[in-house]
């Protein structure tokens, strides 16, 4: 017999019971170390909307906000005359509990001719490569089914690594595809590892990521002159 009922066979009591927290509103709570129950999936968010780095970020703030320990690896992360060198999402990682952050991508933008020199960011592209290894390295090193100290560094082990904007460093070359498939190969199986970027699909990653989401442009302000908006796009 099923035990599916419709929603005029519900008393607000069973209603209640079948509600997180039994309809009480969520609070806040002290942020401590704790450990994931069910980490170690490859997320990749790519497309030619706005908005990528923002999911991954706010999935990396709500982690956090787990007490899971979190860090996030840029790439590309450049900009225009219009954005400021430093984002407000640096300034609330800053302060935020268990989530920190680095930027190994040039300022400015690969192939924009906006006076940055190409060669450089290879060599930055190449770095953050060699960096993310280093993080999973030191990932696979440690027990990520306890605790890691929020105030830690991430050569001691994270439960979430986000490498935002990889996909467009390999769109673009900076990294090879391979380069990326070789990343997932290194992550320890509890890691839960975030990828972002890039307007191209990458088909490479079929069959290897979990969760593959386009996050698609319907429409952009940026069409009609709008330029980038301290709050929003930095």
């Known amino acids: 017999m099923s035990d599916e009922r419709s929603s005029a066979d519900l008393t607000p009591e069973s209603t209640r019971e079948q509600t997180p927290g039994e309809g009480r509103a969520p609070a806040a709570e002290r942020i401590e170390p704790t450990a994931p129950e069910a980490f170690g999936l490859v997320q990749v968010w790519w497309g030619d909307g706005k908005g990528k780095t923002t999911a991954t970020l706010g999935m990396g703030m709500r982690a956090a906000g787990h007490g899971h320990r979190v860090h996030v690896l840029q790439f590309m992360k450049g900009g225009a005359a219009s954005v400021d060198a430093v984002r407000g999402e640096y300034n609330a990682m800053a302060v935020l509990p268990g989530m920190s952050y680095e930027n ?102 079929a069959g290897r990521a979990d969760l593959i989401t386009n996050v698609r442009k319907v429409a952009h302000p940026i069409d009609d002159g709008q330029r980038a908006r301290r709050g929003t796009e930095f």
Request: aromatic residues 4%.
């Open 104 to 205: 190994l991508g040039h300022y400015g933008w690969h192939g924009m001719a906006d006076g940055s020199e190409d060669a450089d960011h290879e060599a930055q592209a190449q770095a953050g490569l060699e960096r993310a290894h280093e993080l999973l390295e030191a990932a696979s090193a440690t027990d990520l089914e306890s605790p890691i100290d929020l105030d830690a560094p991430p050569e001691a082990g994270v439960h979430m690594l986000i490498l935002d904007e990889i996909l467009y460093a390999a769109d673009r070359g900076l990294v090879s595809e391979d380069d990326v498939l070789d990343l997932l190969e290194a992550k320890p199986a509890n890691l839960e590892c975030v990828l972002s970027g890039s307007h191209t699909e990458p088909s490479y990653l």
